[in-house]
């Protein structure tokens, strides 16, 4: 009552003095990579559209997104909506932080406009809706086609074919008797398992919760281990490198290979111009393995006003407007209208995003996932990489967590 | 007559020994609010299973989160490099900073600037010092490496974060960086306080530059070196941020601190019973190390 007759009188005032009033606030948290956002546009467009509520955008860094999501749900200050993504879900159900929106979804006329199945790939573990999509990506290797050219090289369709091509790449172009070129920027650090999953989780009969330990998976952590201490088509730094490195490597021709999203395809194409180009991952252990990059909303389950909430997250996700969201971050728009007018991208990059659905794949619905992803991978693989640990060990611990 | 006089000065003895106390009283009341508050909170919570994402599970589970962390190995690599780390980077600041005071005592040109630029890798923030020592340490593009391989130092660009080897010696590099302003500025006004005729009158008897120093120099200046060292251990131990910026603990656990280890268990996988008690160890451990090094300096300096 205190709390409501004191937003009354702020209210009143704030009325007096002749501003703008709102009737609600949504606070929003996202993370973009890219300095310039048009969050404020999508914003200011929003508040036009609907002048009873203000949207309080912030960006929050991605390395530490998730701790401050999570402590914030725990500590009773979590935004009223935010982006998120599947391998946090189980997590947050379980905190119950998420409100469902099966309801309001079943009313929004905009949910057809979606693209297929996606909405369908991102049920929660009990079976209800959290989470409205509003961005996809499809993880594809990135590779040097004037390098390619230059030794006479073809873009590796299976792991064997990788190696020898990114060991023909591996090269000192300068005769002093360094390195400058490296095959592969492979990230070691945080975020990196999609690379590691891509030489492991293609073989037959091996994913994160089951044959992990098997002969077929632990030889996907060797393959790894080996290109970095037998090859040497890893820059020294991978086992420490995150995104920054392996893009920022990758653009100034300190490798000739990664693996990213379309995300980083406009910097890469900005630097690079036409010696960039991009191709779906090589075939491992005798199956492809590509991760499915998703991008949701949620209205959390404390919302102030969670029609609000609603209002504001289902606006990212219409026509025009998730255009403009995607542009910012570099991804691809899940409304069908938007993605049949997508210009944003060169053709070859949607081109190796579209030709790898077929077999991209999403991390295990589990809350074991979220420790797997910051701690559990970038630890192990490190330890591996440094010749600390055997891969064996590395598998048989993330299967360990699996099983928990 | 003696009724009426003695009512105010009974009046003023009771004030005199209620005022303190009342005084003191909201700054007693922050303190057992802000640290220890969450101090026994943090123990209460170490003897239970509380992970963050399961918020209605909160099972008393006595000393089984010790135990655990006692049978783990991750909390002995991180104690070990606990050990390391202060046993290194404190004596390295406290000689080096020793050697920039003597230096700044001395008469130069220029001096103000010199006392004054000497602050900086104390002022600047934690997190600006990780990445520009990121950034100095990098293996394609840094500096470090850039200047020893033209030194002809080194033959191959060395991945100084990245080789479990050298990255602990190279956070302590940093780390010393960062800290050894604050004991140079501390010796320095220890030095100024010396009275210079101690100096002349040893001069006279004949005693080296050597001797001063020795007899002089070190005990005027023991009193603030023992203080400093005090604060700075408990800085340093409980210090996480320069490394969880440059490496997050990794390459694997080749830089995992005690400290890092509880901040890592708690806030990355939400497990504050037993980031607590690697916290609540590691307390117990270093209030050891306080109270040993101040009985034997304590004596030492007396």
Request: aromatic share 12%.
């Amino acid at each position: 009552m205190k709390f409501k007759t004191l937003t009354g009188i702020a209210s009143t005032l704030a009325l007096c003095a002749g501003m703008a009033s709102a009737d609600s606030t949504v606070r929003f948290w996202y993370h973009f990579d890219n300095a310039d956002n048009p969050m404020d546009a999508l914003v200011a467009a929003f508040e036009e559209a609907n002048p009873d509520i203000t949207v309080e955008a912030e960006n929050i860094p991605w390395n530490s997104y998730y701790d401050q999501l999570y402590t914030a749900v725990i500590g009773g200050n979590a935004p009223d909506a935010a982006m998120v993504k599947m391998f946090a879900q189980p997590r947050l159900v379980e905190m119950g932080a998420l409100a469902p929106i099966d309801d309001w979804l079943a009313d929004w006329d905009g949910a057809d406009g979606l693209q297929d199945n996606l909405i369908e790939l991102t049920k929660g573990p009990d079976g209800q809706q959290y989470y409205l999509p509003v961005q996809y990506v499809v993880l594809y290797l990135y590779y040097r086609p004037d390098m390619f050219e230059e030794l006479g090289l073809s873009v590796p369709t299976t792991c064997d074919e990788f190696r020898e091509t990114a060991k023909a790449l591996t090269r000192d172009t300068d005769g002093d008797g360094q390195t400058d070129v490296y095959g592969f920027g492979f990230r070691g650090a945080k975020g990196g398992h999609d690379h590691w999953a891509t030489f492991t989780l293609g073989a037959e009969g091996v994913s994160l919760t089951e044959g992990l330990t098997s002969e077929a998976g632990v030889a996907g952590t060797q393959f790894v281990a080996d290109l970095f201490q037998q090859d040497g088509v890893f820059p020294p730094s991978a086992p420490n490198d995150g995104f920054q490195e392996i893009i920022g490597a990758f653009k100034a021709g300190k490798t000739a290979m990664t693996i990213h999203h379309i995300g980083s395809a406009n910097g890469m194409v900005e630097a690079l111009g036409d010696n960039v180009s991009a191709a779906p991952v090589p075939e491992c252990g005798g199956g492809r393995w590509t991760a499915f990059g998703d991008e949701s909303t949620a209205v959390l389950s404390s919302a102030e006003d969670p029609e609000a909430a609603w209002k504001w997250i289902t606006f990212l996700s219409t026509e025009g407007n998730n255009t403009m969201f995607n542009e910012a971050t570099g991804q691809l728009p899940v409304v069908k209208a938007d993605s049949e007018s997508w210009t944003l991208h060169p053709q070859r990059f949607v081109q190796a995003t579209v030709d790898s659905l077929p077999f991209a794949e999403m991390l295990p619905n589990s809350s074991a996932t979220a420790d797997f992803v910051n701690t559990a991978w970038p630890t192990n693989m490190q330890r591996v990489l440094t010749g600390d640990i055997e891969p064996a060990e590395m598998n048989a611990k993330i299967e360990e967590l699996f099983a928990e | 007559m003696t009724h009426v006089s003695e009512t105010p000065k009974h009046r003023a003895s009771l004030g005199r020994q209620v005022l303190p106390y009342a005084m003191l009283t909201p700054a007693v009341l922050v303190t057992l609010a802000i640290v220890f508050f969450p101090m026994l909170q943090t123990a209460w919570m170490s003897l239970h299973e509380y992970v963050l994402f399961r918020p209605n599970d909160f099972t008393w589970v006595g000393l089984d989160n010790f135990k655990a962390a006692l049978n783990d190995e991750v909390f002995w690599i991180s104690l070990k490099h606990t050990i390391i780390w202060m046993c290194t980077t404190i004596p390295a600041q406290l000689l080096l900073g020793l050697v920039t005071a003597l230096l700044l005592n001395q008469e130069f040109p220029w001096r103000p600037v010199a006392r004054a630029l000497i602050i900086i890798p104390w002022a600047l923030p934690s997190v600006v010092i990780a990445l520009m020592w990121v950034w100095i340490y990098d293996s394609n593009y840094g500096i470090a490496n850039e200047f020893l391989l033209r030194m002809g130092l080194i033959q191959q660009a060395i991945p100084w974060l990245a080789d479990p080897d050298t990255a602990l010696a190279s956070i302590i590099l940093t780390l010393t960086w960062q800290g050894f302003p604050f004991f140079a500025v501390m010796i320095l006004a220890g030095l100024q306080s010396i009275p210079q005729s101690y100096y002349e009158a040893a001069s006279i008897d004949g005693a080296s530059a050597w001797r001063q120093f020795w007899h002089i120099t070190l005990p005027g200046i023991s009193g603030v070196m023992m203080t400093a060292v005090l604060l700075r251990m408990i800085w340093v131990a409980n210090s996480f941020d320069v490394i969880f910026v440059m490496t997050g603990g990794g390459p694997g656990y080749a830089t995992h601190t005690l400290p890092l280890y509880a901040f890592i268990k708690a806030r990355t996988n939400l497990d504050f019973g037993y980031g607590s008690a690697i916290a609540v160890l590691f307390t117990l451990l270093l209030m050891v190390v306080v109270v040993f090094y101040l009985k034997r300096t304590g004596k030492a300096v007396s």
